[in-house]
């Protein structure tokens, strides 16, 4: 009996010995971003981790082992009326550039360290972390945590594989046959693509290296730095914190778009965010799906474009077409729509995964955002996508590269072209089959990708920043990279060869000349 009770003694102290304290940090106030922090803390908090967690959006119902830290106010200088699909339709909106993107994020990050709370709990020494996570949203100051609390940081994108995010972690990948986020190429790449791909990513690596890398320098030495030497160290330069994280885990995986060959440390674990206790249906809705033979229609613009910013002649162009159709269509909208036809409901509010999962879903009209189009992977059902922004377009690109849906572009003919790609999709059994397939895949895994979260979060933890998985690419400059040295050599012994060879010849030949006239 003794034993047992000892048994279980060593047990509770061991595993209490085991909780790390872990730093999540999410600053972006989006609400699709918040989805995947709180996709990150749960399986951590289900392990009995203690986690303190940064955010703009706070998470509902939080157990005891979660801490928050407040930075909603993150929502004052993020762009959000840009988002706007009247806006955008019109053109009104400046498309987001790379650079532009990088500006917005930048000064996000700087000012989630400016807040006198934030502030307050980074000086605080009592304050210890094992691990630190945070998204990586196209800029790289949060980084700087890592060398605050002295302990190994690790990177959670909220996209698919992509150059930029490589590149922190490894040598850039090659722009023949990959492509970037917002450059949106599939493969194989024509000549001109390659070209384009080429001078895409020489103008980026350019604004990282003239730009982006010394403002975010300038932030470290000015927010970070400081914070460092208060808790008695000396701060490292800005350019070996920045390349210097144990991880990247990473939004993707191999069933969901790119095939890239990726870094020991890139973890792939698209899907993380997605509850595996999915949600039963309220019984309403449940019957409203199995009213119909003929299946229904999902269509849902995600959670940041408002559908109250439809121009009126679509919105009513879509109610009309939608009641011509056989199937029930279920559209996500905000507010009532007066004049439904009977077969289109209006929800205001849908959970989202459960009816995806629902076997009479016949198709998902969405903007392809990744965690809708990584759902839809989940549950096998085809998209017809209308990207607006961001990686969107490359998702839906991707999307129809692999025969998961069909791609409409957004437009002010989008009723007409929208009805022909339903008509396409409901005739065509080819979406379908080829969105089951590709679910397998998905599910085809030896761990679940929120257990593989945790258990590579440990890893780290207890291989102390995982150093052995790390890329050699890092530590080699580019021109040896290039072999521009072996290059250089190259030719300079070209030059020198040509050079002695002249020499000797016209050595030679003064000498015959000489010999000559001594005859
Ligand atoms: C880099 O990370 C490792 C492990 O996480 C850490 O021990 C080391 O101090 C870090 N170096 C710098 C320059 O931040």
Known sequence: MVSVTN??????ILSACEALKILVVYPVPSKSQSLLGEG???PLLKAGHEVTYITAFKYKNAPANLRQIDVSDNVNSFPSDQINLQKILANEVPTMKHGMVMFVMRGLQAQTFEYEHVQKFLSDPNEQFDVILSEWMMASLLAGLGPV?????VWVTPMDVHSTVISMIDAAPNPAYTTDLLS??????????RVAELKYRVTEFAYDYMIHEPAETELYNKLIAPLIVKRGRKPPPYSEVRYNVSLVLGNSHISLGSTYSLPQNYIPIGGYHIDEKIEPLTKELKQLLESNNNGFIYFSMGSNLK???WPEEIKSGLLKMFGNLKQTVLWKFEEDLPNKPKNVHILKWAPQTSILSHPNCVAFITHGGLLSTTETVYAGVPIIG???FGDQPLNVKMAAHRGLGLGVKLSYTLVEDLKVAIEEMISNPRYKEKAKLLSSLYHDRPMKPADELVY??????RTRGAPHLRSPALLVPLYQRL????????VFALIATLYLFRYLRKAISSKVDNDKKRN
């Not at 048994?7 to 509770?12: E, G, P, Q, S």
């Not at 949106?184 to 693509?193: C, I, K, N, Q, V």
């Open 307 to 309: 559908s109250k910013d």
């Open 7 to 12: 048994l279980l003694l060593c047990f509770l």
């Open 149 to 153: 609390f002295n302990a190994p940081f």
């Open 184 to 193: 949106a190429r599939t493969f194989p790449f024509s000549f001109l693509d």
């Open 386 to 388: 209308i990207p607006v």
């Open 483 to 490: 072999y521009l040295d072996l290059a250089a050599l190259v």
């Open 456 to 461: 590579w979060v440990e890893h780290v933890v």
């Open 40 to 42: 990150v803390v749960r």
